[in-house]
Nanobody
Framework: WVQLVESGGGSVQTGESLRLSCAAD????????MGWFRQTPGKDREEVAR???????????DAVDSWQRRFSISYDTAKKQLNLRVTGLTPGDSAMYFC????????????WGQGIQVTVSQ
């Protein structure tokens, strides 16, 4: 059982950067990957980035290519903390951001944090 708690959200202005963190309690060898998602009211939750943590594999994102230049995901093994750095924020990035942990080689996300709000103003 994995408990995920996000932090670092809040209100920022266009062009600024933000770092989100996710404290992962209970992460063991069953957890294969972790990721960040975001959701705005009335829309489906969308993946921002994911990282395989089991073998320290490289991060990747199946989002549009342009995202990869602004979204940077990392995992601190010692702290069991997943981080997301976002640069060049725009109002379109305003959303509830969620941390998730996944199992299996297909990285099926089974544990979710409560989410944290990020609001970007002009």
């Amino acid at each position: 059982w994995v408990q995920l708690v996000e932090s670092g959200g809040g209100s920022v202005q266009t062009g600024e950067s933000l770092r989100l963190s996710c404290a992962a309690d209970g992460v063991d060898d069953n957890v294969y990957c972790m990721g960040w998602f975001r959701q705005t009211p009335g829309k489906d939750r969308e993946e921002v980035a994911r990282k395989i943590i089991r073998d320290g594999g490289p991060p990747y994102s199946d989002a549009v290519d342009s995202w990869q230049r602004r979204f940077s995901i990392s995992y601190d093994t010692a702290k069991k903390q997943l981080n997301l750095r976002v640069t060049g924020l725009t109002p379109g990035d305003s959303a509830m951001y969620f941390c998730a942990a996944g199992i299996g080689p297909n990285c099926r996300f089974t544990s979710w944090g409560q989410g944290i709000q990020v609001t970007v103003s002009q």
